[in-house]
């Protein structure tokens, strides 16, 4: 199986802050990368697929980059409804494994 | 645009069947698209446990495979999740959602829980 590893596990931001979320798979997996934004109590939300294209009605703050193994989830400037958890998923090969997730706190 | 709905019998019993049904509405389950069953144990990450597509192809987790069977009906036009031999351990929110392959729409879950 691909290991998907994100850091940091939480971060305590402010409004308006840019933050960056980092996700490392445990081999290459190209631009097969996903990632969602979950709220307590709700279904996971698609943000960022194939690495770096925006999901339709997905705000522009929000950004990936990467490939091969390290990718980035950027959110330029933190507005209040970004706080939540966020989880990156290889969709390289089966099992399609997620990250552990990252939990954005206000600080 | 398709939305999914959840539903499931409630408690489940130790080394009993898990039994799931996915709703799909607004669109086919007969498509090109494949269909996912992801699951979150209380206050815990996110789970893949596998996909099939309505030509009968699937993919497992490994962690659950021998288990696990992921299926689409037709006539009804839903996905089934079916989990045997189940434990604490597979005490869960469970979601459906349509891979194309990313996870672009999704259920809004349905809780299980494993206790005698």
């Known amino acids: 199986d691909i290991q998907m590893t994100q850091s940091p596990s939480s971060l305590s931001a402010s409004v308006g802050e840019r933050v960056t979320i980092t996700c490392r798979a445990s081999?290459?997996?190209?631009?097969?990368l996903n990632w969602y934004q979950q709220k307590p109590g709700k279904a996971p939300v698609l943000l960022i697929y194939?690495?770096?294209s925006l999901h339709s009605g997905v705000p522009s703050r929000f950004s990936g980059s990467g490939s091969g193994t390290d990718f980035t989830l950027t959110i330029s400037s933190l507005r209040p409804e970004d706080f939540a958890s966020y989880y990156c998923?290889?969709?390289?090969?089966?099992?399609?494994?997620f990250g552990q997730g990252t939990e954005l706190e206000i600080k | 645009q398709v939305q999914l709905q959840e539903s499931g019998p409630g408690p489940v019993k130790p080394s009993g069947t898990l039994s799931l049904t996915c709703a799909v509405s607004?669109?086919?389950?007969?498509?090109?698209?494949?269909w996912s069953w992801v699951r979150q144990p209380p206050g815990k990450g996110l789970e893949w446990i596998g996909e099939?597509?309505?030509?009968?192809?699937?993919n497992y987790s490994p962690s659950l495979k021998g288990r696990v069977t992921i299926s689409v009906d037709e006539v009804n036009n839903q996905l089934t999740l079916k989990l045997t031999s189940v434990t604490a351990a597979d005490t869960a929110v469970y979601y459906c959602?349509?891979?194309?392959?990313?996870?672009?729409?999704w259920g809004p879950g349905t809780t299980v829980i494993v206790s005698s």
């Open positions: 081999q290459s997996i190209g631009s097969f």
């Open positions: 194939l690495a770096s």
């Open positions: 998923q290889q969709n390289y090969s089966p099992p399609y494994t």
């Open positions: 607004g669109g086919s389950v007969v498509t090109t698209s494949r």
């Open positions: 959602a349509r891979a194309i392959p990313s996870l672009d729409v």
């Open positions: 099939t597509h309505h030509s009968g192809n699937t």
